[in-house]
């Protein structure tokens, strides 16, 4: 059983830094991809950022520029570390992994949630 658990989220003045972590139970090297997405109150959840297990990373245009996702494979650790913050980067952002299997040419991807952590960008 797959358990991603984030931390570091909190309240924080615009342009203002902050470093959320998700910690996979597990070697997560197995994950073909692993990411955050956010969700802000009456809204749909969005993708902010992804890496691949190759390294290959990937950013919503809104936070290009100021939003770095990174992963630590000795730590079974994905970060993403959060410059410039504005208010509309107010939402619970939500850690992703994924594995995928081919079988008989068929791909498979299973995707894996952490609960989230609440980001509040406010003076």
């Known amino acids: 059983q797959v358990q991603l658990v984030e931390s570091g989220g909190g309240l924080v003045q615009p342009g203002g830094s902050l470093r959320l972590s998700c910690a996979a139970s597990?070697?997560?090297?197995?994950?073909?991809?692993m990411g955050w997405y956010r969700q802000a109150p009456g809204k749909q959840r969005e993708l902010v950022a992804t890496?691949?297990?190759?390294?290959?990373?990937n950013y919503a245009d809104s936070v290009k520029g100021r939003f770095t996702i990174s992963r630590d494979n000795a730590k079974n650790t994905v970060y993403l570390q959060i410059d410039s913050l504005k208010p509309e980067d107010t939402a619970v952002y939500y850690c992703?992994?994924?594995?995928?299997?081919?079988?008989?040419?068929?791909?498979?991807?299973?995707?894996?949630w952490g609960q989230g952590t609440q980001v509040t960008v406010s003076s």
């Open positions: 992703n992994a994924q594995t995928r299997t081919m079988l008989f040419g068929v791909r498979y991807d299973r995707d894996y």
């Open positions: 890496i691949t297990s190759g390294g290959s990373t």
């Open positions: 597990g070697s997560i090297s197995r994950f073909n991809a």
